[in-house]
């Protein structure tokens, strides 16, 4: 079957620039989760859906990143007035239930210039 | 809160040798651990996980790990490495109550030389 997909799987942008980042869960998986890995380190939390609520928001880093869940299934990611230390890998993963086996997707390449 | 720390950042080895990587981890409550694995240009995949019951605990193409909850850590092992386990390796730790995020190391870079 499907796994989870990230669009777009790079996305080059200027500095001050507004980015949004789309991830596809598995098809019936209630939780998701974004993470952003950056170059030489661990994957690092962001944010936990449960359905279509944040369960906890407490990784985003400041409030220019903001994340939705509207029907429960499609998760945007959104970052307003870029900055240059926002270049990474942002990864997006989900699970059947609360302590399933997080799937992940092959992530998107920000580069912020 | 919980932290993860990966004691080799690289671990070279020659084909068909064994292979240990090391993690540790810290937590204030008890913990399920994950080892992933991400090939080049790919994601991350499980390869194992303990969240109860027996401390050895066997993963996929070959990989085993076991859990010491008194050393807290979670050693990955595999007897005899082949070319196609060149990959970047995280340790990762859960809580088993309220948060559901997962805490990575930040790898190790294993090497296979022929």
């Known amino acids: 079957g499907a796994g989870v997909s990230q669009t777009p799987s790079n996305k080059v942008t200027e500095k001050g620039k507004y980015v949004e980042l789309r991830c596809d869960p598995i098809?019936?998986?209630?939780?998701l989760y974004w993470y952003r890995q950056s170059l030489g380190q661990g994957p690092e939390f962001l944010i936990y859906?449960?359905?279509?609520?944040?369960?906890?928001d407490s990784g985003l880093p400041n409030d220019r990143f903001f994340a939705v869940r509207p029907e429960g299934s499609v998760s945007t990611l959104k970052i307003q007035r870029t900055e240059r230390g926002d270049s990474a890998v942002y990864l997006c993963?989900?699970?059947?239930?609360?302590?399933?086996?997080?799937?992940f997707g092959p992530g998107t390449r920000l580069t912020v210039t | 809160a919980q932290s993860v720390t990966q004691l080799d950042s690289q671990v070279p080895v020659f084909e068909e040798a064994p292979v240990e990587l090391r993690c540790n981890y810290s937590?204030?409550?008890?913990?399920?651990l994950f080892w992933y694995v991400q090939y080049p240009n790919q994601g991350l995949q499980l390869l194992l996980k303990?969240?109860?019951?027996?401390?050895l605990v066997k993963g996929i193409n070959g990989f085993e790990a076991e859990f010491n909850k008194s050393q807290t850590s979670f050693h990955l092992r595999k007897p005899s490495v082949h070319i196609s386990d060149t990959a970047e390796y995280f340790c990762?730790?859960?809580?088993?109550?309220?948060?559901?995020?997962?805490?990575f190391g930040q790898g190790t870079r294993l090497t296979i030389n022929p």
């Open positions: 937590s204030s409550v008890s913990v399920y």
């Open positions: 990762a730790v859960m809580g088993n109550r309220g948060a559901q995020k997962l805490v």
């Open positions: 993963a989900s699970s059947k239930q609360r302590e399933g086996e997080q799937y």
């Open positions: 859906f449960q359905g279509t609520g944040a369960a906890d």
């Open positions: 303990y969240l109860s019951g027996s401390t």
């Open positions: 098809s019936g998986h209630t939780a």
